[in-house]
Structures are given as structure tokens and as C-alpha cells.
């Protein structure tokens, strides 16, 4: 067995390449942005997705943008301003949920802020920005991982649901990122996987992962997860997240809340694994965080396959949020915190993590 499978599902050459998420696991096709308009297209459509990977890909997003108003003559440091504001605002618009788009774009606003030379220099400074990000997130999954392998207890039964792992991430992973560190410590692992309705990212993505990583893991149907662990066949249960609130509210992928309400029946410990990019500590509660709706086909079908009339009403909630009051611990690359949330978390942030 090795966890020692990784993929990088964001990467730059000249543009931003993106490994396709809606072919996987059938085929392994990349699609280049080579400008704002595709990079806005593909984080949409879910070509990309999962939080930090979508903040990496909008920092690169930016670097785009640069180029390409050089490339349409604009030399005025002013202009280039307002040219990238208006692309960071299409960028921040691409999904409303997860936080790390938006923290992502003010980290590059910063740098267009701060930039005194030509255009060319400063999509020099965006891209070593957009590079600093990258491999910021990167060594923040690895220290995830390392952190919550020490909760997994050894012979352990975890269930996930959605994909938090390299896919998500600019690699490694974070809730798989976990998995991957309890495996690598020496610890024996078996991953029950959510399918993950309506777009089966655990169906195509964690079973993919996990599989060529070469750990054990079972895929389930979303309604089965209660009755796995009613049968006393889960120990932990690791999930990532799109945004977490200054109170510890977690928003996730929708049926994450059904998940940590059965955890808490059956006394299971409910851990969310995410980079400190992911906290939002401007959002006071989940009340406050903005649900994605989707596209009402997403249900209506399976992998392009109809399953319901043309016409028949839908309600497609991308995300759901699971209160603080059933989320055991939170595991960032700072540290573990636990409630309460509303001083931890802060503590966390400003670099006192315990």
C-alpha cells in the first residue's frame, strides 16, 4: 500500500492549465485558459473545483488578465488598475461559496496595489504571487495531514464525502490529505466514500484518488452513510470545507450536514480538515454564507444521462452548512482547534494556533 500518489490539478505554462474534473475518472484531459473569460468559464463549470483549487486557479486567473491587457497595449499602470479590478470582480463572481476565490483575488489586488513599475513588471509580481499561493496551499495540505493523522486512531474506518483531496487542493489534499498522512505514519486505513449526488464527485474523484493511491476504501450510496455507521463500522468521519465562519459554521458540499448529524447519533468524532484560507472570520455565522444554487440539470441527470422529466422543478444546493455544535475539531496546518470556535479560530488566525 502507498499513498504516495499525487496529482497537480492546476498548473502554469503560460496560461493556466486545468486538469478537466468533469471527464475524470474516463479520461485525463487538461484545458488551457489563456484568458479571463475561460479561466471565469472553467471555474463554473466545475472544470476546476474545490476551494483551494479554485483559489489557486484565480490567482493565475489575475496573471491572465495582466497579460492580457499588455497584449492589447495597455501600458498605463492606472488603466491596468481598473482592467484588473473589473477581472477580479468576473473571477470573485465565478461561485459564490467558497471564500478562498475571493481571499485568493485580494492577495493579487494587494501586489496591483503595490505595483510602481510597467504592466510586464507587474505580471511578473502577479505570477511569483500567484506561485507563492500555490505552493502555500500545497505545504498547508501536507501540514493538514499530519496534524490529523494524529486523530485517526490505528485499524480505523473513516468516511468522507465530496473530494478534498489533490484534486481540491493544489495537491496532496486535505480531508484525503489526512488519510494520506494516517496511511504514511504506519496506521491501517479503510475510507468509506459518499457517492456525492448530484455530481458524484466522491463517485468519480475520491474512489480515483484512493484507488491510485492504493488505499482501501468502499464507495457508498449519500443514503447509506447513516446506516454504515449505525453498523459500528466508522470511527471517523473527515470532510473538507468551502467556508468556515468566525463561529465555526461549516459550509461543505450539500449532505454534509446529514452526515454530521448521524455522526453525532452514533457518537462518531466529525472532523473538518482546511487551510486557514478557508476561515472567514467576516462572516460571523452560517447564516451569513451565500448557498450556490446550480444548475437544475445537474439533478435532473447522471453523467449526461436523463433521470427525470425535462421539466420537473428542482432545488440544487450546492453547499449546506453543519453548525459548530457538531464539529469535534477543525484541522488547519497551524493547528487543531476545537470550541469554542469564536475565540479559537481567531486565536488561529492571528498565529497562535495551539
Known sequence: MTS?????????????????????????????CGDVASVVAAVRDLTV????AIGITAAYGMVVAARELAAGGVGDLGTAREGLQEAAGLLRGAR??????????????????????????????LLASAQRIHADEVNACHAIGRLGAALVPEDANLLTHCNAGALATGGF????????????????????????????????????ELGRAGIPNTLIPDGAAASVMARGRVDVVVVGADRIAANGDVAN??????????????????????????VDLDCANGDAIVVEERDPDEVRSVCGQAVAPPAQAVANPAFDVTPAHLVAAIVTERGVVRAPYDTSLRRLTRGLGT
Open 173 to 208: 489534499g486535505t480531508a484525503l490529505g489526512v488519510v494520506r498522512a494516517a496511511v504514511a505514519a504506519g496506521k491501517s486505513v479503510h475510507v468509506w466514500v459518499d457517492e456525492t449526488r448530484p455530481v458524484l464527485q466522491g463517485a468519480r474523484l475520491t474512489a480515483w
Open 49 to 52: 473545483r474545490g476551494a483551494p
Open 96 to 125: 459564490p461559496t467558497a471564500v478562498n476565490l475571493g481571499w485568493a483575488l485580494d492577495r493579487q489586488l494587494e501586489v496591483v496595489a503595490a505595483a510602481h513599475a510597467d504592466v510586464t513588471a507587474l505580471s511578473a509580481a
Open 253 to 278: 458540499k450539500i449532505g454534509t450536514y446529514g452526515v454530521a448529524l448521524a455522526a453525532a447519533a452514533h457518537d462518531i468524532p466529525f472532523l473538518v480538515a482546511a487551510p486557514c484560507s478557508t
Open 4 to 32: 504516495g500518489f499525487d496529482v497537480e490539478p492546476v498548473r502554469w505554462d503560460d496560461a493556466v492549465l486545468l486538469l478537466d474534473q468533469r471527464r475524470l475518472p474516463f479520461e485525463e484531459t487538461w484545458v488551457r
